[in-house]
């Protein structure tokens, strides 16, 4: 069994908001459950408009998909409007 685990910062400059911040938030972890069936939550930066922190994980039966999984992940992140990826803290067990 392999595990990868990633926690992600975030830079929403556009929020004026929380509830503007978690429109983006909530769709970015919707699309990375739907998408790549990973387990995500937001795990820091709750109470700031403009900034999130959110914590995926992976669990697979090959490091190779692991590692494929993290990927898509990442270009998810990468690619939300509204957000800018600051950080990625990956580790792979």
């Given at each position: 069994m392999f595990v990868g685990v990633v926690r992600?910062?975030?830079h929403l400059p556009g929020a004026?908001?929380?509830?503007e911040k978690r429109a983006v938030?909530?769709?970015l972890k919707d699309r990375i459950r739907t998408r790549v069936h990973a387990a995500v939550a937001e795990v820091d930066?709750?109470?700031l408009w403009q900034r999130a922190a959110l914590g995926?994980?992976?669990v697979s039966g090959e490091r190779r998909q692991v590692?494929?999984?993290l990927q898509a992940v990442r270009n998810l992140a990468g690619g939300t409007p509204g957000a800018e990826l600051l950080d990625w803290q990956e580790q792979q067990l």
């Amino acid at each position: 069994m392999f595990v990868g685990v990633v926690r992600i910062e975030l830079h929403l400059p556009g929020a004026g908001s929380l509830k503007e911040k978690r429109a983006v938030v909530r769709g970015l972890k919707d699309r990375i459950r739907t998408r790549v069936h990973a387990a995500v939550a937001e795990v820091d930066h709750q109470d700031l408009w403009q900034r999130a922190a959110l914590g995926v994980a992976v669990v697979s039966g090959e490091r190779r998909q692991v590692a494929e999984m993290l990927q898509a992940v990442r270009n998810l992140a990468g690619g939300t409007p509204g957000a800018e990826l600051l950080d990625w803290q990956e580790q792979q067990l």
